[in-house]
Each structure stands twice: as structure tokens, then as C-alpha cells.
DNA sequence: TAGTGGTCTAGACCACACC
DNA sequence: GTGTGGTCTAGACCACTAG
């Protein structure tokens, strides 16, 4: 484990614990560097991460300081749950799937250019309902170039298409594009979530890339609207 | 200007010209930091700027590349269009303000465990509706702590609240926790946004944090949803 | 003036990928 | 082995805050 990750853990550790009081700063960095036996840019780093977590703030000339409220909600590490795919953001729920179709054809130009691809390179057509212990959750609509990711089949899409993308396919999911907005409802998560005509849907579309720039899905994700809200961390500059 | 900011600045225009060749590596950091005059670390930092913002990706042991269609679209820097306030976000659009109601009360209970403040300290609760171009955009409803934006009063209103904490009050604004969901309209939606019974809301209820970490916002946004989606860059880890 | 965080340096070694 | 990016060091100077 890097040094600035254990850092990070330990350091993140004592603040949850209230080892430091809430209204003084915490050590400076260099007191902090030599308790770690690491240089100060090492101890810097370490504290970057609680920093952008939200945990840490600092004051040039002053010290640094704990946010307050930092543990008063349980939404800290809010940044680091906002993982790609559904059976990570739900890891203890059993997350089944019926896939409703599941077809190769030629993209049309929106999906082309979305995936980066020439309208002549085939792409998986996939919809799925999503379901969560059992009850009806969200229909994805998902796109994907067929030749980077070869062997799908209707086993893998019962399960987590992420998780065989990055253990058996050995790639790396870099992170997406997202647009999320209210629509109607239409027959189709009608039928399958069970809404009614009037129930709004949340969608959210998505442009999933892989960490050499390839993007590797485009997709649309379908959720009722009481069942879903979509949770981020925005951070200035 | 830092160095490392400048070395972003004139990387990215690089690019953005196509000076270097798109299948091909970036000079790798070493001769970079020549070319600079800098330390590799600085030359790291500067580029780490470009791979956050999707420009540019690295694989060790390998060197550094420019990410596909990293220019394709006009979605490049979407990540520092996040800005908070409606004001920031449509630079070339006239807002206007309509302020609804504006009173000055004690906070319910779940308001002020927002703001994390007690139930007796006095918060602002503010509706305005936000017209773009003269066209009705979105309902938004504010808490604030009273306190801490001292000398509120309807010409601020009438523009940016943001601008006022920034640029009057010289405050810095961190970031925010944002939760968005759709939800079914209201009268108030109906009234003000000319939207029908069930036509659906796109809904962004936040929480902004000033930099020392004290909440300065708790606040519901409200829009129509066929003129309104929320865009966000998701980064894995 | 003393103490803090912000930036930057000139190197070092390591992990990984290609030859 | 060679070259790349990833990490880490032991310092340095600067900018800002407080007493």
C-alpha cells in the first residue's frame, strides 16, 4: 500500500475517533511528516485526500482543520460511492437481472458518434430490468461496441457486465459522462417498473470510457422516480 | 500565475491545435520539463490538470496520451462548468429574478441539521423564480443562515446571491453535496413554471459548503424537465 | 517575528511495458 | 535492458496569518 494511502487511512481513522479537537487544528505538516517518518510532500499528499473528501480544511498561515459536521451525517465518502454500475452501488442487496432484449445490429449515427465508432462497426443492443432484492428498480438501455467486448453472453448479462469487463476482460473502467434529467414515463417502465402513466422516470444517460479514452458503453438508465436519487460531491476548481 | 498553471494552460492549447500527433505518446515528462524549464514534478502536476479534465490519459511505463475525441464534442471542461449558481452556468444569457417569498425565521429541524446550525439561530427562506432570456428556468428554495450573509436585501436578490458571498462578503464558496431526483409537479411548478399536472420536475436539493467547511446553503431546486439535465464527469477513484 | 500551508526543485528508486 | 510514469525525499523559498 502507497504511503500516502496509509496516511490517508490512518489520518481519517483519528478523525472519526475525535483523537483531535474539533476546534483547533490538527498538527502542522511537518510535526505530522516526522510522526509518519515520511517527508512533508508525502504528508501533504496523504492529507490532500481527506481534503477532497471533505473531512479536512486548511488556512495558509493558520493550519489545517476539521470540517465541521464531517461525521454528523453519514455521507462521508460520498465521492468514492459514486462507482460505475449498479451491483457496486448496491453491494449488499442481491441485484438479479431479466434481460429483456439482447441483440447485435449496426449503430445508428447518434450512437455511432457517442461511442466513437463508424456506423459500419457492430454494437451489442442491450435492455435489461435491473432488480434489487427482488423488486423492479431501473431499466437500462445499453450500447456497446461488440468487438471490445467479446464473449458477452446471456450468463454474464445476468449478472454484473462492469465486473466481467474488469476481471475477465482485464480492462480498466476510466469513468463517464453523465446527463441526468426528468421524463415521462413510457410502456415499457410502465410494464416492467410498474409505474403509472403520470410517474415521472429519472434518466440518466451515460458515456462509460475505459482508461485509454475508448469509450465503451452508452447507455440509458431508467429509474422511478421514488426508488432513485442520484447523490454527487461538487468540488470548486 | 504558477508555474503548473501555466504549464496546463499551454498543454491544453497544444492540444487543442493538434500539435501533437493523436495516435502518438505527448513528449514524455523528463523532456517536458526541460522544454518548461521546471522539475518533473511540477510537469507532472501540470498535466495531472489535463488527465482529471479528460484531456489526457497515462499508462505507466508506456507515456502519455491524448484522449480520444478528446475535442470531438464540445463537452470538454465540463467538469469545470460545474460551477455552483445559475449565473456561472449561463455566462451569455440574461437572468432575471422574480423573488416569491423572502422572510427571515427560526429553521425547522431538518433545516437546520443541514446547515448544522441550531433550531434557534435565524435562517433566511427564500423563494425566486429564475427566468432565462425572460423565459421561466427554475424555482429555487433557499435556506441560509441569516448570519452569515449579513445585508441580503431584494436588489441582491433581483441577481446573483453567489456573486454577493464571493465578490461583497469575500467569501469562498468550497463545493457542494447534491442529491437530484425527478419528482411529480406541484401548484407552485405549475404556476410559475407554466408546466401541466403531470408533466415531471427535474429536482437538485444541495447543500453548499463555504471553504472553512460551514454550510452556507440548503437549498431545492426545481426545473422543468424538458428545458433542464444536470452534466457531470464521473472519475473512477 | 514566528509559524503555517503553497509551491518548486533535483534528484532517487520502483513498477510496468516493450524490445 | 531501456524507457516510461508512480512515488518519495530533503530540502528551499514564498505568501499569508497571528501576536
Redesign the interface.
Known amino acids: 500500500m502507497k504511503k500516502y494511502e496509509v496516511i490517508s487511512s490512518e489520518m481519517r481513522q483519528r478523525i472519526k475517533e475525535r483523537q483531535y479537537p474539533a476546534d483547533q487544528p490538527i498538527p502542522d505538516e511537518i510535526t505530522l511528516a516526522k510522526e509518519f517518518q515520511c517527508s512533508r510532500m508525502t504528508m501533504k499528499r496523504g492529507l490532500d485526500i481527506l481534503v477532497t473528501e471533505?473531512l479536512l480544511?486548511r488556512?495558509r498561515g493558520h493550519g489545517t482543520?476539521?470540517?465541521?459536521?464531517?461525521f454528523?451525517?453519514s455521507?462521508v465518502n460520498?465521492a468514492?460511492n459514486?462507482?460505475?454500475g449498479l451491483t457496486n452501488l448496491l453491494k449488499d442487496k442481491v441485484i438479479t437481472s431479466n434481460v429483456i432484449t439482447f441483440e447485435v445490429k449496426f449503430p445508428n449515427p447518434e450512437v455511432a458518434?457517442r461511442l466513437?465508432i463508424d456506423i459500419s462497426t457492430p454494437v451489442y443492443d442491450l435492455v435489461r430490468l435491473r432488480l434489487v432484492d427482488g423488486e423492479p428498480y431501473v431499466i437500462e438501455k445499453t450500447f456497446m461496441p461488440a468487438s471490445l467486448i467479446p464473449g458477452l453472453n446471456d450468463e454474464v448479462l445476468q449478472g454484473s457486465v462492469y465486473k466481467y469487463i474488469t476481471h475477465e476482460l482485464g480492462l480498466t473502467?476510466?469513468?463517464?459522462?453523465?446527463?441526468?434529467?426528468?421524463?415521462?414515463s413510457e410502456e415499457l417502465d410502465q410494464k416492467h417498473l410498474f409505474c403509472k402513466?403520470?410517474?415521472?422516470?429519472?434518466e440518466v444517460e451515460q458515456v462509460g470510457?475505459l482508461?485509454?479514452?475508448?469509450?465503451f458503453e452508452y447507455s440509458f438508465s431508467r429509474?422511478r422516480?421514488d426508488k432513485?436519487?442520484?447523490?454527487?460531491?461538487?468540488?470548486?476548481?
Chains 1, 2 share one sequence.
Open positions: 471533505g480544511y488556512k482543520f476539521i470540517v465541521k459536521s464531517a454528523q451525517n455521507r460520498v468514492s459514486e462507482s460505475l458518434a466513437a473502467i476510466a469513468g463517464s459522462h453523465r446527463k441526468i434529467r426528468a421524463c415521462k402513466d403520470d410517474d415521472p422516470i429519472l470510457y482508461n485509454n479514452g475508448v469509450p429509474h422516480y432513485f436519487e442520484v447523490t454527487s460531491v461538487h468540488l470548486n476548481k
